[in-house]
């Protein structure tokens, strides 16, 4: 079966979703991150879809779902490099997509995550 | 050419990205601006959806029109049980699936034009246009 491949990048998995998705893709995707998530202690997902021509409320609902459960466990989820025309398209479907949250590309996502710093994310204790 | 016509099934999920990319092609062609071509696809993907997840499938009629409006226009008529209460399921929220409800209002305000007739027993059919501004 196809799969999504998830990339480590510091403390953050990245995403990019270059392929129209359909049903089993977008569950196998959904697993895939909670399991990589777990592994790596992850703290934030980047998922790019700036290779989607349309974003429709079936994969509006799949972002939101991946960052109500990257939020459980305590990662934080930003969509990155959305088009104009999608941005334009969703708003006017009615899915403001709210508790997603949002970067303009992929190195402002990684910001907002806490960076890449190399550091295993076990160490974050120390901030404390 | 005032008008061409071509029907593609809604069988699989699979079908749904075949409708989009044709109704893209078709948009293109006409000469859509590309937020008014990603409205349309953006609609004709939930439509197709509905018609597949809550018609038990169905079929797309995709049309270019090039009359005195250019345009393209999408039919979409499914074999499902209908919908009871068509402008309940045209408001915001309204789902009976796992869908957030969004798709059949969400997808009148994309398009031009928004015709749907259901017979309870008989099916939906939901037509949609978007005209070249």
Known sequence: MDSIPILKIGNALLVTIQVDMHDQLANRLQEDLTTRIVQHRARGVLIDISALEIVDSFIGRMLANIASVSRLLDADTVVVGMRPEVAITLVELGLGLPGVKTALNAERGLAMIGGVDGRDSTDDADDD | ?133
């Open chain 2, 1 to 133: 050419m005032p008008t061409t016509t071509e029907t593609l099934p809604i069988k699989m999920g699979d079908d749904i990205v075949r409708v989009r990319q044709r109704v893209r092609v078709r948009a293109t062609e006409v000469g859509l601006s590309l937020v008014d071509q990603t409205k349309l696809i953006t609609a004709a993907s939930e439509l197709a959806r509905n018609a597949l997840d809550y018609g038990k499938g169905g079929q797309a009629v995709i049309e270019t029109v090039s009359e005195q409006r250019r345009g393209v226009r999408v039919t979409f008529c499914d074999n499902g049980p209908g919908i009871a209460n068509v402008e309940l399921a045209l408001s915001d929220g309204y789902s009976t699936g796992t869908g957030l409800g969004h798709g059949l209002g969400g997808a009148r305000r994309l398009v031009d034009e928004f015709h749907i007739d259901s017979k309870i027993g008989q099916g939906t059919t939901v037509t949609i246009a978007r005209w070249k501004r």
